[in-house]
């Protein structure tokens, strides 16, 4: 099944990320864009035409076999779900309601959350904050594959698994990586969850409540979405930790997929990412970037320089909290 990756750590480096140089050459360049920033007025409407067409599905599977609960569940609605997934990524940086409306995008966020069966959105919220602040950061950055993975994933094979498991390495991480308490708006995400989860199974039974759990879990595995993963910030290229994909499955996807120029500017929604490229081209249409997530699953996985090892790793002194 293929050779060892040659790789056996990470990619260590002593700079700073990228993003922060680049955000202020930028603005000071194109004052502009601060325009840009801001809530997106059509999030809310579009993420709760989501969550009701997840309802619906419920509904409409109940009398289903199980062979096609999931393969709906893989087709359709783990679809649905891995893209309010993302829609929960955008609610994080509060640009559903603004920043002035902090608790309205927490709330909404959990709403969100309903069809994906699986408490998440506010654990999400209290490591990505890290993620952006400490990107690369050696035991914060909690979307850095942790050594295990890095030494035991290392062939085409073992890969493949891996790409499978990531719903489980995404939970569990954390937990090893960066334990932080448990917080109110944790426990009451997964009160609201629960709740809802029960009620679905008193209504209709417990094919929806699988076709949603199920839907989740497979299509933030090995599925086409699921490459952006990989995309963001897997070090196709010695020397650059983090990629846009231009292709058009950002349609689906909340544009995850501009994700240097989302890195550049977290405040601005996926909706405005696009004009930010056309904006400064300058800065962007010279940097590697992904056209296909397919294609970026098979390298990940047929390459034998590439593997859970090929991120850019940095110590980071803790910020303060203000």
Not at 110 to 124: D, E, K, R
Not at 169 to 178: E, G, I, M
């Amino acid at each position: 099944m293929g050779n060892r990756v040659t790789r056996d750590d990470f990619e260590w480096v002593y700079t700073e990320q990228p993003h922060t140089q680049r955000r202020k050459e930028i603005l000071a360049k194109y004052p502009e864009i601060k325009t840009l920033m801001g809530p997106d007025p059509h999030l809310k409407w579009i993420v709760s035409g989501m969550v009701f067409m997840q309802l619906l599905a419920c509904y409409l599977v109940k009398d289903l076999s199980w062979k096609w609960i999931f393969f709906w569940a893989y087709a359709f609605g783990g679809c649905i779900n891995h893209s309010l997934t993302l829609a929960i990524h955008d609610i994080s940086h509060n640009v559903a309601f603004g920043n002035k409306q902090a608790k309205w995008n927490r709330w909404f966020a959990v709403f969100a959350n309903l069809p994906i069966g699986i408490p998440y959105s506010a654990s999400f919220k209290k490591y990505h904050i890290d993620h952006h602040r400490y990107l690369g950061g050696d035991a914060l950055d909690v979307d850095i594959p942790t050594d295990f993975e890095g030494w035991f994933f290392c062939t085409p094979l073992r890969k493949l698994l891996w790409l499978f498991l990531q719903p489980l390495f995404y939970s569990l991480r954390p937990l090893y990586v960066n334990p932080k308490a448990i917080t109110r708006m944790e426990i009451l995400n997964a009160l609201v969850q629960f709740s809802i989860d029960l009620i679905i199974y008193y209504l209709w039974g417990l094919k929806p409540v699988i076709y949603l759990i199920a839907g989740t879990i497979l299509c933030l595995g090995f599925h086409p979405i699921s490459g952006h993963f990989i995309a963001e910030h897997y070090m196709f290229l010695k020397g650059y930790e983090t990629y846009s994909y231009y292709g058009p499955l950002n349609w689906l996807t909340f544009n995850v997929g501009y994700h240097m120029e989302h890195h550049d500017f977290p405040s601005i929604p996926g909706c405005r990412l696009p004009m930010v490229k056309k904006i400064a081209a300058e800065y962007y249409d010279n940097l590697p970037h992904h056209q296909s997530w397919i294609r970026v699953l098979w390298d990940f996985v047929f390459d034998d320089t590439l593997g859970p090892y090929s991120r850019v790793k940095r110590l980071c002194k803790l910020a303060k909290e203000s």
